[in-house]
């Protein structure tokens, strides 16, 4: 507890990314489960509620009791759920969101090349000249000799 040593995971970037990855659909399918047991409980309810007890049983909307409609909607969320979890995500999970991001750098990178292959084409750089060399301070003109020649 007070000792100095820190305690490092040893699992790299990448296992715990895909830990996360795991741990995040297996929420979603716990989740997933739980809906439709809460679906069940409460499509029992509501048929108890019209059924046994009788509650607004002269309410029938379109011809049928309004526990029909009302499990029919929560079913339709329900399917919806599973759609959800099970063929979207599995589609567009993280792999298809890392595959295009890759695609899009790549994209990007290209474009870029084109673009910056084009400026050189269009208006290339100019021709490095060579750096002229200082005049050797000896040779140089003074002031009070204009007359010397500087190659002498």
């Known amino acids: 507890m007070f000792s100095k040593k820190k ?3 040893k699992i ?9 990855n795991a741990r995040k659909r297996t929420k979603e399918k716990k989740r997933l489960f739980q809906h439709f047991v809460i679906f069940l409980i409460g499509a029992v309810f509501l048929i108890i509620l019209n059924v046994v007890i009788g509650y607004k049983e002269d309410f029938q909307p379109l011809g049928y009791n309004w526990f029909v409609w009302a499990v029919l909607l929560w079913a339709l969320i329900l399917l ?6 099970f063929i979207v995500n ?3 999970g993280k792999d298809w ?3 295009q991001v890759d695609r899009l750098v790549k994209k990007q990178k290209e474009k870029i090349a084109s673009l910056q292959e084009k400026v050189e084409r269009e208006d290339p750089a100019p021709i490095k000249k060579e ?9 140089r003109i003074k002031p009070d000799d204009p007359d010397t020649p500087i190659n002498s």
Not at 131 to 139: E, L, M, N, V, Y
């Open 131 to 139: 750096p002229q060399k200082p005049i050797d301070p000896s040779k």
């Open 90 to 92: 599995s589609f567009m």
């Open 80 to 85: 919806v759920h599973f759609f959800n979890v």
């Open 7 to 9: 305690n490092t995971s």
């Open 12 to 20: 790299d970037y990448e296992q715990r990314e895909l830990y996360e």
């Open 97 to 99: 969101e890392a595959k």
